[in-house]
């Protein structure tokens, strides 16, 4: 079984560009979580997507944004990218029962210059 | 609302010597409570998880966790680390029910000293 996976694997970007990051989740799941992470701060968690839907959403800007596709596969946007943005980005996916467990993609690693 | 305290942000620890890392969280209603574990330059993998039942858990890699409801704790335990065993781990919770997604802790770097 595939595993969740996450392209691309490493962006650099400039400051005031935008950037979309792709995430295929695993087979048969349908939820689809997004989190940032940076030295320190550990985990953001910026939204989860359950059948195309938002089901949650964090305390981040309205420059992020994310959607998710009837194949479950899902994106994120930032725009107007600052200094700040740069982090990995993390996807996870799983069958959006609380109880069990995220299987995590390998993340995308931003770097905003 | 819900979160999660790991105090230690970095653990060195000599080869074969045992390791507690620890997690304490706050919530207003019953929890799951889970161990992750980042090795460098991957995502997260699930170490255990404490949904129920005994309160003794054991994971993956020879670790185990006991949950105490009283002191509000899930220390992650193991009687003899591995070189291997260098990485961040996350304790995380989540409600049994309602919105709150599940929140993680900020990590705890587990260095391992030959």
């Known amino acids: 079984k595939a595993g969740v996976t996450q392209t691309p694997r490493y962006l650099i970007k400039t400051r005031g560009q935008q950037v979309t990051l792709s995430c295929s989740p695993i087979s048969g799941h349908r939820s689809v979580s997004w989190y940032q992470q940076t030295p320190g701060q550990g985990l953001q968690f910026l939204f989860e997507?359950?059948?195309?839907?938002?089901?949650n959403k964090g305390n981040f800007p309205g420059r992020f944004s994310g959607r998710q596709f009837s194949n479950s596969r899902s994106e994120m946007n930032v725009s107007t990218l600052e200094l700040g943005d740069s982090a990995l980005y993390l996807c996870a996916s799983s069958s959006g029962d609380r109880s069990e467990k995220l299987f995590f993609g390998s993340g995308t690693q931003l770097s905003v210059l | 609302a819900q979160s999660v305290t790991q105090l230690d942000s970095q653990v060195p620890v000599f080869e074969e010597a045992p390791v507690e890392l620890r997690c304490n969280y706050s919530s207003s209603v019953s929890v799951y409570l889970f161990w992750y574990v980042q090795y460098p330059n991957q995502g997260l993998q699930l170490l255990l998880k404490y949904l129920s039942g005994s309160t003794l858990v054991k994971g993956i890699n020879g670790f185990e966790a006991e949950f105490n409801k009283s002191q509000t704790s899930f220390h992650l335990r193991k009687p003899s680390v591995h070189i291997s065993d260098t990485a961040e781990y996350f304790c995380a919770v989540i409600a049994f029910f309602g919105n709150e997604k599940l929140t993680f802790g900020t990590g705890t770097r587990l260095t391992i000293i030959p």
């Open positions: 997507y359950f059948s195309e839907t938002q089901r």
